[in-house]
Structures are given as structure tokens and as C-alpha cells.
Nanobody, 115 residues
């Protein structure tokens, strides 16, 4: 059974930091590209960051220079370090695994940026 379990969300003030984690099980983790998506109320789900199996990184323009995606294949975990958070970063953040024709989603973790 494949599971992606996110953690690390919460309430933070503008300018603060959070680190999200996504622990995977049931997949050959190192062979999968891993993404973080987010969905704000009333908006479509948005791709935030990707790290491929080879370690190539991509980011949506709005988070470049503030967010960093990384992975630890030994721990089967992907991370999203979020710095200089803004109110517009408020959303549910989802972990996504993609490999070949298979893809899987986590249940999401809420990030709220507010004073």
C-alpha cells in the first residue's frame, strides 16, 4: 500500500519559516520525481516545486529564492523548506510522487501565514 504522509504545517507569522516533510512508503522512492503542490481556498491546485529522481529542481516563480525542495532517498522523505513566508503562501500543501505512469498524492497539510 502506497502512503505519502505530510507533516510540518501550521500557523506562522509573515516573514517566518516552516519546513514540510513528506514520508513515503510502498514505492521505490528513489525512482520517483517528487513534487509539492498547494491549493488555496477558491483557487486551483498549483505546482510549487519539483525534484526529479536525478536531483533536478524546478520552482514556480512566486517561490523562487524563498522555498527549497530536497530529498533524502535513504529516509524516503521529501522536504520543502519555506522561508520569508507571505500571507499569499497560505494553502493546503500536498506531496505528490510521479514515476512512469504511476502517481500518488498525500492527504495535505495546512499552512497559514497570518499575523
Amino acid at each position: 500500500q502506497v502512503q505519502l504522509v505530510e507533516s510540518g504545517g501550521g500557523l506562522v507569522q509573515p516573514g517566518g519559516s516552516l519546513r514540510l516533510s513528506c514520508a513515503a512508503s510502498g514505492i521505490a522512492f528513489s525512482a520517483y520525481a517528487m513534487d509539492w503542490y498547494r491549493q488555496a481556498p477558491g483557487k486551483e491546485r498549483e505546482l510549487v516545486a519539483t525534484i526529479t529522481s536525478g536531483g533536478r529542481l524546478t520552482y514556480v516563480d512566486s517561490v523562487k529564492g524563498r522555498f527549497t525542495i530536497s530529498r533524502d532517498n535513504a529516509k524516503k522523505t521529501v522536504y520543502l523548506q519555506m522561508n520569508s513566508l507571505k500571507p499569499e503562501d497560505t494553502a493546503v500543501y500536498y506531496c505528490h510522487a510521479f514515476g512512469g505512469l504511476r502517481h500518488y498524492w498525500g492527504q495535505g497539510t495546512q499552512v497559514t501565514v497570518s499575523s
